[in-house]
């Protein structure tokens, strides 16, 4: 009873819940999937005791009062894309869409999945090898390490049968394994380089969202290019890839990837210009902010006008130059794109002068200002997401592109904007950023997009899209602001959570979903929720804001997501 009661605390409850929930939605033919996320999810759980336990992972340091996470990051993501498996099963069964799209997300479930279990395969190596529990893994602590590790050879298996039977033309099973495995290597060199590089940063479950998040889109834009060349090189049709791209898409993903590699090539053109100062112009280094700025800006705009519009019509037939199809797009509706660009302007500037003063003049909480934000976000996406769906994807990805422009920027210092823009973050951030990186914002624009972004294609569940917008703007919202003001009764004794701002989230979003259904079936949306699942869902999402003290805005919308879409 007590090793059973160690594995147990509020947030990991609410995960097994929420992993039961999916796994128990399954059809038949869907079974090995979920019972491969069960062992995953149990291996995970395992890990999560015993890094929480004690102080088995030295090797990283992160965020401060924080639990390790592992349990959540590791089932997130592959839960998500087992959902998405579902839904696309119930499109094959009414002959929706192609088989082929099936299978292709079955490759990113693996692929997902491959990346949590070789994070999990690093975590059990570093807790075999911690000093402060070699003498102890031979008597009772090492069935955690042990008992996880039986389970991730389970279902290594159970990833192998079911790579055999997925027929992608131009891939045989042990090719499948190797595209596998090469995603657990990436995951796990990425995340060791992450939780590094920014200490102190991010929880190691937040390490690993972000880590499998990165290495899948990453790797589905190699093996689109791969598969591009494959036909223009080879034969056509030798390689099959994935279902039909849409120009937006194709944007974004060339967009992020390419700012999400700049910081290495600046790093890289950097190094080589100090070597020449330092050999013909040495006296000249009263010059160097000047110079640094000149050549981050000019290696930027090359990037971002040649490099990567050059993979995008590479790998997609724009018939012009991706910024020109961008200018097309948007003035193809002039009249209703153009006014609500106007009118995000007018809400972002009058909101930013707004919250800033008070910020800088007021005593009010950090954390509540912080969701007016949220507010903000609901006020400009959700007219937009009704009218406006695929503008929306596109603004979307253009506002998480400034805002990895502006944190480069901040990070290094790039004259003249790196010190004001790092003046003018700091002024909301809160205890979970830290003067080396400043995530906050990053994961409430992707929390709101990344559902959106994830419900493009076949799509039966018309709340499905709505899912960040509701659990951050609205449930995360009303939990924060009722919970501060009226919250009496406490979920747990340490943590700061209370069960009147649970149930008025809980409440809140409710009642909103019973506006906005009537409202999208008037839209010409097929609605196909039932009440009894929304609540199921809502209430999971609720409880887990409550308990787990990894970054919500990044994990809640997913998880939502997910159970929204059974």
């Known amino acids: 009873m007590a090793a059973m009661a160690s594995l147990v605390n509020g947030e990991r409850a609410v995960v097994v819940v929420f992993v039961a929930r999916v796994v128990f939605s399954l059809p038949p033919s869907l079974f090995c999937h979920g019972l491969a996320l069960s062992l995953l999810a149990v291996a995970a759980l395992s890990l999560d005791a015993r890094a929480d336990d004690s102080i088995s992972l030295p090797l990283f340091k992160t965020r401060p009062g924080a639990s390790s996470g592992i349990l959540l990051g590791a089932v997130t993501l592959p839960t998500v894309m087992l959902s998405k498996l579902i839904q ?174 700049f910081p290495s090539v600046f790093k890289f053109v950097l190094q080589i210009w100090e070597c020449f100062l330092s050999k013909e112009f040495s006296q000249s280094r009263t010059y160097n902010d000047t110079w640094r700025s000149v050549l981050f800006f000019s290696s930027l705009g090359f990037i971002m006008t040649v490099i990567v519009p050059t993979w995008m019509e590479f790998v997609l037939d724009f018939h012009m130059h991706p910024l020109l199809w961008v200018f097309s797009f948007v003035f193809s509706e002039p009249l209703k794109r153009l006014s609500l660009c106007i009118y995000w302007v007018v809400v972002i500037c009058a909101s930013v002068v707004r919250f800033y003063n008070i910020s800088k003049n007021s ?115 009303m939990a924060s602001m009722v919970g501060h003001k009226y919250g009496v009764l406490r979920w747990s004794k340490t943590g700061k959570k209370t069960i009147e701002g649970t149930a008025a989230g809980i409440t809140s979003v409710l009642a909103t979903c019973s506006v906005l259904l009537p409202l999208l079936a008037s839209t010409g949306y097929i609605v196909t929720e039932h009440w009894l699942s929304l609540v199921v869902a809502v209430t999971v999402s609720g409880l887990l804001e409550a308990y787990t003290t990894q970054l919500d805005n990044a994990f809640i919308p997913l998880v939502f997501y997910s159970l929204l879409s059974l």
């Open 88 to 261: 696309m099963w119930r499109a094959v069964s009414f002959k929706e869409v192609e088989i082929e799209e099936f299978e292709h997300l079955m490759m990113q479930y693996w692929a997902t999945s491959a990346c949590c279990l070789g994070v999990l395969l690093l975590l059990c190596v570093l807790i075999w090898r911690a000093p402060g529990n070699m003498r102890s893994l031979g008597l009772h602590s090492g069935w955690h390490v042990k008992f996880s590790l039986i389970c991730i050879g389970l279902y290594t298996a159970l990833c192998c049968a079911s790579l055999g039977t997925i027929s992608l033309t131009g891939f045989n099973t042990m090719l499948k394994l190797l595209w596998m495995l090469c995603h657990g290597l990436a995951a796990v060199k990425l995340i060791q380089h992450l939780l590094n590089t920014f200490p102190s940063c991010a929880s190691i479950g937040e390490g690993l969202l972000v880590t499998s998040g990165l290495v899948l889109y990453l790797g589905d834009m190699l093996a689109l290019s791969i598969a591009k060349a494959s036909r223009l090189l080879i034969a056509e049709g030798l390689v099959r890839y994935g279902s039909k791209r849409s120009e937006i898409g194709i944007i974004i993903q060339g967009m992020l990837l390419g700012l999400l590699l």
């Open 363 to 477: 005593k009010i909480e950090r954390i509540l200002l912080r969701k007016y934000y949220h507010l903000m976000a609901v006020s400009m996406f959700l007219p937009a997401l009704i009218f406006q769906p695929k503008f929306l994807d596109l603004a979307f990805g253009a506002a998480l592109g400034v805002f990895m422009a502006l944190e480069i920027v901040r990070v290094w210092r790039i004259w003249p904007l790196g010190q004001p823009v790092h003046q003018f973050m700091t002024a909301f951030t809160d205890h979970r950023d830290s003067d080396i990186l400043i995530v906050s914002h990053f994961s409430l624009l992707l929390g709101c997009a990344l559902p959106i972004w994830m419900s493009s294609g076949y799509n039966d569940r018309p709340l499905v899209p709505f899912a960040g917008i509701l659990s951050l703007g609205i449930g995360d919202t």
